[in-house]
């Protein structure tokens, strides 16, 4: 399995609060992205990065930023958490050659009360 | 026109059914494709890539249709442990890189 993990893999917390959702990787691939998945959605692009303080926005980036300040860590953050962001995040990564395969962490389930 | 719908399902099919899912995409510049498959609770993870050519292992087969944007992909002697949410991929949509996700059709394969 590709060396690709999230933290914390569980966590609730409260409307209003900051949230912070690390990715980790050990495979020194260029591209990494965040995904959140809920029913009758799919998965949605929050954000994506192609390479060190290099970011994009996807298709959902309201209420969310990003920061990636070495190859290694991507962090998803919820400046100020709402009951809509209830969701399971997923982290991925792929090379720069596009036909090269995403691999994805095991996913955050976060929960906002 | 979503950027890349797919079959809304679900499937039930019994075993050693065959089963085909379809997939179309809005950006006829799109250069990659795949097929995931996401179990319960479970992380996405690949299934196959999808050539221009057409690609087979084993009991899967799939097939890209540039003229029509479409991707497809075929299931034959279904088991049980098909049983899944399969996910298309497509890269290159608008000249990004970025990997952009069908909301997957689940399939459940019966005894």
């Known amino acids: 399995d590709a060396g690709i993990t999230q933290s914390p893999r569980h966590k609730v917390t409260e409307t209003g609060t900051p949230v912070t959702l690390r990715c980790h990787q050990t495979?020194?691939?260029?591209?990494m992205y965040w995904y959140r998945q809920d029913p009758g959605h799919g998965l949605r692009l929050i954000h994506y990065?192609?390479?060190?303080?290099?970011?994009d926005k996807g298709e959902v980036s309201d209420g969310y930023s990003v920061s990636r300040s070495k190859t290694e860590d991507f962090l998803l953050t919820l400046e100020s958490a709402t009951s809509s962001q209830t969701s399971v995040y997923f982290c991925?990564?792929?090379?720069?050659?596009?036909?090269?395969?995403?691999?994805f962490g095991q996913g955050t389930r976060l929960t906002v009360v | 026109r979503k950027e890349v719908e797919q079959d809304p399902g679900p499937f039930n099919v019994p075993e050693g059914a065959t089963v085909a899912f379809n997939c179309t995409y809005s950006?006829?510049?799109?250069?990659?494709f795949f097929w995931y498959r996401q179990d319960c609770r479970k992380e996405p993870k690949l299934l196959m890539s999808?050539?221009?050519s057409g690609n087979e292992d084993g009991r899967f087969t799939a097939q890209l249709n540039r003229a029509s944007q479409y991707i497809s992909l075929l299931i034959r002697d279904s088991k049980l442990s098909d049983s899944a949410t399969y996910l298309c991929?497509?890269?290159?949509?608008?000249?990004?890189?970025?990997?952009?996700f069908g909301k997957g059709t689940k399939l459940t394969v019966n005894p």
């Open positions: 990065s192609y390479g060190v303080k290099d970011t």
């Open positions: 950006n006829s510049a799109s250069q990659s």
């Open positions: 991929v497509v890269i290159g949509q608008g000249g990004s890189e970025k990997l952009v």
């Open positions: 495979e020194n691939h260029r591209y």
């Open positions: 999808v050539y221009s």
């Open positions: 991925a990564i792929s090379e720069a050659n596009m036909r090269t395969e995403a691999f």
